[in-house]
């Protein structure tokens, strides 16, 4: 029995793996975007290629995992982009490890923390604005 592919709900899985809410793909997407509109996206069974690319880009995940998803694959996808290229190939294995997924989750703990500080300081800039409106 084949299984129908749904590209809304494969994004909404690496999304989720990768530790990204909807409002920072959002934002990642740019200002059409919106937490609502990231919500709808991920209710699609068939995803626009365009938009299938930018999300790809976002991520940086391939548009490929979107269109054929499977957990043991998603693993190794996300493995394998943080293990290319994460050191020199000097002809002998390295004595360490970082564990992909930790690296992973710190780079997004860092992109979450400036979102937040962003809107904090969008949230003070408009609270002093309405100071200055109110005088």
């Given at each position: 029995?084949?299984?129908?592919?749904?590209?809304?709900?494969?994004?909404?899985?690496?999304r989720?793996?990768?530790g990204?809410?909807?409002?920072a793909l959002?934002?990642?997407?740019?200002?059409?975007?919106?937490?609502?509109?990231?919500?709808m996206?991920?209710?699609?069974?068939v995803?626009?290629?365009?938009?299938?690319?930018?999300?790809?880009?976002?991520?940086?995940i391939?548009?490929?995992?979107?269109e054929?998803?499977?957990?043991?694959?998603?693993?190794n996808?996300?493995?394998?982009?943080?293990?290319?290229?994460a050191?020199?190939?000097?002809?002998?294995?390295p004595?360490?490890?970082?564990?992909?997924?930790?690296?992973?989750?710190?780079?997004?703990e860092e992109?979450?923390?400036?979102?937040?500080?962003?809107?904090?300081?969008k949230?003070e800039?408009?609270?002093?604005?309405?100071?200055?409106?109110?005088k």
């Amino acid at each position: 029995m084949e299984q129908k592919i749904h590209q809304g709900r494969n994004v909404k899985r690496f999304r989720e793996m990768l530790g990204i809410k909807q409002e920072a793909l959002a934002f990642d997407l740019g200002e059409d975007w919106n937490q609502k509109k990231i919500s709808m996206l991920e209710q699609k069974d068939v995803i626009e290629d365009n938009i299938l690319r930018q999300i790809s880009n976002a991520l940086k995940i391939p548009v490929e995992a979107f269109e054929n998803f499977d957990e043991e694959q998603a693993v190794n996808i996300i493995s394998n982009t943080f293990d290319n290229g994460a050191f020199l190939n000097t002809g002998h294995s390295p004595t360490f490890n970082v564990n992909p997924i930790e690296k992973l989750i710190k780079i997004h703990e860092e992109k979450i923390a400036l979102y937040e500080r962003m809107l904090k300081e969008k949230d003070e800039m408009m609270a002093r604005l309405e100071k200055l409106i109110n005088k």
